[in-house]
């Protein structure tokens, strides 16, 4: 046999005691605590690395801007510079008065709901103002149209040139039916060439009770101009009854001091006014006992 020197006896002694110092086995422990533990140790991991993670997210999102919505306020609105868009009128609207617009109905007698005895006649009256931008000639006229017609006229003609924005007050004269009850005739405004433009109504209830006096009120005014002098107006005031009629005339837009004219009885009196120089619309302004507008004739004086 070979001898062992003492190096090589020393060696392997310090290799046993080293593998029996690091080369003892663990100890024989329970499946089941093995595996908790193990599971534990596994979570606890997952935990770390999770808290890590969001921690890792949080940083980022507020190193970066936020992407949440702002809510307007009152202080952080932009202002907006106004859009230029174009003021045009739409296709197929209108943006002219037209020639023969509807007049506006500046005064009447008898108005709606008014009571008139059976078989009585009376005078209906309307003051129309022209709204249009041709002018009313002789040839323009009223029409009867629907309703009952109360005995007036199926045609009357203006019988005056009346300019844009000037009046006419049309007068039409009725009776009363025999037949109780209220009762309405619609008359159309048609033009030169019978073309409608407007209409005009009067409505009453007919009574068989025949009122002990009548009510006080103008019932019709005629407006005419001589020859010489040619600024002297002339205005024929028609009541239907004794009382003080209270007035004004008008000339354009201006108007005079008021008047009083006495009538002891049913019937008319001529009012005279001294118009100016030119040509100009004239009006008389019943304030007693109608509140109505008359008139509205063009009168020249040179």
């Given at each position: 046999m070979?001898?062992i020197?003492?190096?090589?006896?020393?060696?392997?002694v310090?290799?046993?005691?080293?593998?029996?110092?690091?080369?003892?086995s663990?100890?024989?422990?329970?499946?089941?605590?093995?595996?908790?533990?193990q599971?534990?140790?596994?979570?606890?991991?997952?935990?770390?690395?999770?808290?890590?993670?969001?921690a890792?997210?949080?940083?980022?999102?507020?190193?970066?801007?936020t992407?949440?919505?702002?809510?307007?306020?009152?202080?952080n609105?932009?202002?907006v510079?106004?859009?230029?868009?174009?003021?045009?009128?739409?296709?197929?609207?209108?943006?002219?008065?037209?020639?023969n617009?509807?007049?506006?109905l500046?005064?009447?007698?008898?108005?709606?709901?008014?009571?008139?005895?059976?078989?009585?006649?009376?005078?209906?009256?309307w003051?129309?103002?022209?709204?249009?931008?041709?002018?009313?000639?002789?040839?323009?006229?009223?029409?009867?149209?629907?309703g009952?017609?109360?005995?007036?006229?199926t045609?009357?003609?203006?019988?005056?040139?009346v300019?844009?924005?000037?009046?006419?007050?049309?007068?039409?004269?009725?009776?009363?039916?025999?037949?109780?009850?209220?009762?309405?005739g619609?008359?159309?405004?048609?033009?030169?060439?019978?073309?409608?433009?407007?209409?005009?109504?009067v409505?009453?209830?007919v009574?068989?009770?025949?009122?002990?006096?009548?009510a006080?009120?103008?019932?019709?005014?005629?407006?005419?101009?001589?020859?010489?002098?040619?600024?002297t107006?002339?205005a024929d005031?028609?009541?239907?009854?004794?009382?003080?009629?209270?007035?004004?005339?008008?000339?354009?837009?201006?108007?005079?001091?008021?008047?009083?004219?006495?009538?002891?009885?049913?019937?008319?009196?001529?009012?005279?006014?001294?118009?100016t120089?030119?040509?100009?619309?004239i009006?008389?302004y019943?304030?007693?006992?109608?509140?109505?507008?008359?008139?509205?004739?063009?009168?020249?004086?040179?």
């Open positions: 070979h001898k020197s003492r190096l090589t006896l020393t060696l392997l310090l290799g046993l005691l080293l593998t029996a110092c690091g080369g003892k663990a100890p024989t422990q329970d499946p089941q605590a093995a595996a908790a533990t599971n534990a140790q596994v979570e606890a991991q997952v935990s770390t690395r999770v808290a890590q993670a969001l890792n997210v949080e940083a980022t999102q507020r190193a970066q801007p992407s949440n919505p702002v809510i307007p306020t009152p202080g609105i932009p202002t510079a106004p859009l230029n868009l174009p003021t045009a009128a739409m296709p197929g609207v209108p943006t002219s008065v037209p020639c617009a509807t007049p506006t500046l005064g009447e007698n008898y108005p709606d709901g008014t009571d008139i005895y059976v078989n009585t006649p009376f005078k209906k009256s003051t129309l103002r022209n709204e249009g931008t041709c002018s009313w000639n002789a040839n323009y006229k009223i029409k009867f149209m629907s009952d017609p109360m005995s007036g006229p045609v009357q003609s203006f019988g005056a040139t300019a844009p924005g000037n009046s006419l007050t049309i007068t039409l004269p009725l009776v009363a039916p025999s037949g109780t009850g209220t009762v309405k619609i008359w159309g405004l048609y033009d030169d060439k019978d073309v409608w433009f407007g209409q005009v109504w409505e009453i209830d009574v068989t009770v025949k009122p002990t006096s009548k006080f009120a103008v019932t019709n005014i005629k407006f005419y101009q001589e020859t010489t002098p040619t600024c107006i002339y005031i028609t009541t239907n009854a004794a009382g003080t009629v209270k007035f004004q005339w008008i000339e354009d837009s201006t108007t005079k001091d008021m008047r009083s004219q006495v009538f002891s009885t049913a019937g008319t009196i001529t009012s005279t006014y001294q118009m120089s030119g040509t100009h619309p009006y008389i019943v304030d007693v006992p109608n509140h109505v507008t008359f008139g509205g004739i063009g009168f020249t004086c040179s």
